[in-house]
């Protein structure tokens, strides 16, 4: 694998998926800018993992539902390493309930985070990357975007959202050379996992064909593939990590 493009911003990249992401990126000869929301400890210790991949690493805090916030982001991207020719739209949240009990706050936050986030840091990348008429971007939605879960509307119409975000950016950019993919995972081992009923857990567990988690380097190698030089013809698509849950 190769990619032409040498500074990435990864959201949500101090724990889990992003910082897998990141690391794996960073062995691909990327520059790293990590973000994340409150974890400055958890964001080090990705800075470590992608020095040792061969990086080199800006880390910086920033809430992607808040777009004054984004533009700190990306400011500081610039200032460091120049303009993101990659961008990874990890960062996510739950707040899961049923439909009926879900609060308005709650399903309004999980939107933020998730699709709002998205949306800020695609607006302010794009215009860059337009310039430079090269970019790659990737959201990280769900299995859940395309099937549907009880007990969490507000995070899979989120994800599902993100397909369409997707789709739409690819149509709009792909003129100037920039791709626009979705990585949609099924139930991959973090921290966002780990606080699942054991019910819950075995359940999921049984749908999955594969029969196991993934692991978060799972996930991001298929991220690095879509940012190299060799998926430069695939564009609007959604690419599921999931042991084939979603079949
Ligand atoms: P995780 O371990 O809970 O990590 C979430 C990351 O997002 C953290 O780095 C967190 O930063 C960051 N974050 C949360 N709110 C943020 C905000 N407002 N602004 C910026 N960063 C924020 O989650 P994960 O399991 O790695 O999930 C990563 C992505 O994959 C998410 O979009 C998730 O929906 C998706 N996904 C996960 C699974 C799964 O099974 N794990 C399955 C499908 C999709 P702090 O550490 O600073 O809080």
Not at 20 to 44: D, F, K, R
Not at 60 to 67: P, T
Not at 71 to 85: I, M, R, T
Not at 100 to 110: A, H, K, L, Y
């Amino acid at each position: 694998m190769s990619i032409t493009g040498s500074t990435a911003i990864v959201t949500g990249a101090s724990r889990g998926i992003g910082r897998a992401i990141c690391v794996a990126l960073a062995a691909q000869g990327c520059q790293v800018v990590v973000n994340y929301a409150g974890s400055q400890e958890e964001a080090e210790a990705t800075r470590a993992l992608c020095e040792e991949a061969g990086g080199r690493v800006l880390c910086h805090r920033a809430d992607v539902s808040d777009m004054a916030a984004c533009q700190g982001l990306f400011e500081a991207c610039a200032d460091a390493f120049g303009p993101p020719s990659v961008l990874v739209n990890n960062a996510g949240i739950t707040r899961d309930g049923l439909l009926m009990r879900i609060t308005e706050e709650d399903f309004d936050r999980v939107l933020d985070v998730n699709l709002k986030g998205a949306f800020h840091c695609t607006k302010l990348a794009c215009r860059g990357m337009m310039k430079a008429r090269y970019g790659r971007i990737v959201n990280i939605s769900s299995v859940v975007g395309l099937t549907g879960n009880a007990g969490q509307a507000n995070y899979a119409a989120s994800k599902a959202g993100l397909i369409g975000l997707t789709k739409t950016a690819a149509r709009e950019l792909g003129g100037r050379g920039i791709t626009v993919n979705a990585v949609a995972p099924g139930f991959i081992d973090t921290d966002m996992t780990r606080v699942l009923p054991q019910a819950v857990r075995e359940g999921l567990l049984s749908s999955i064909p594969l029969g196991r988690l993934g692991a978060p380097e799972e996930v991001a190698q298929a991220v690095a593939f879509l940012c190299s030089d060799q998926a430069a013809y695939i564009t609007g698509q959604v690419l599921c990590v999931d042991g084939g849950m979603a079949i």
